[in-house]
């Protein structure tokens, strides 16, 4: 079974920086994409992030130049570097990872930007 355990949400001042991971373990050998999505209380699931298994990456637009994705496509993980951090980021961060027809999610951690 699949499991995506996710690691580092926590509580951060304004313009700090957060660290997130993710792991995937239980009989996946390959990606085609991971990522990470968000969802704040009251709003829908958002990208955050993705990056494909060759390397390609995207962002959505209001965390680019402060948020940076990167994977290791053997040990099967993927970071989410998050700098200048902001109120608005606020919510929980899902990790995700797509592999040809399957699709499997993390049981999210929480990140407070909030002085």
């Known amino acids: 079974q699949v499991q995506l355990v996710e690691s580092g949400g926590g509580l951060v001042q304004p313009g700090g920086s957060l660290r997130l991971s993710c792991a995937a373990s239980?009989?996946?050998?390959?990606?085609?994409?991971m990522g990470w999505y968000r969802q704040a209380p009251g709003k829908e699931r958002e990208l955050v992030a993705r990056?494909?298994?060759?390397?390609?990456?995207n962002y959505v637009d209001s965390v680019k130049d402060r948020f940076t994705i990167s994977s290791d496509k053997a040990k099967k993980t993927v970071h989410l570097q998050m700098n200048s951090l902001k109120p608005e980021d606020t919510a929980v961060y899902y990790c995700?990872?797509?592999?040809?027809?399957?699709?499997?999610w993390g049981q999210g951690t929480q990140v407070t930007v909030s002085s």
């Open positions: 239980g009989g996946i050998f390959s990606f085609n994409t």
């Open positions: 990056i494909t298994s060759g390397g390609i990456t």
């Open positions: 995700n990872l797509v592999f040809l027809s399957f699709t499997f």
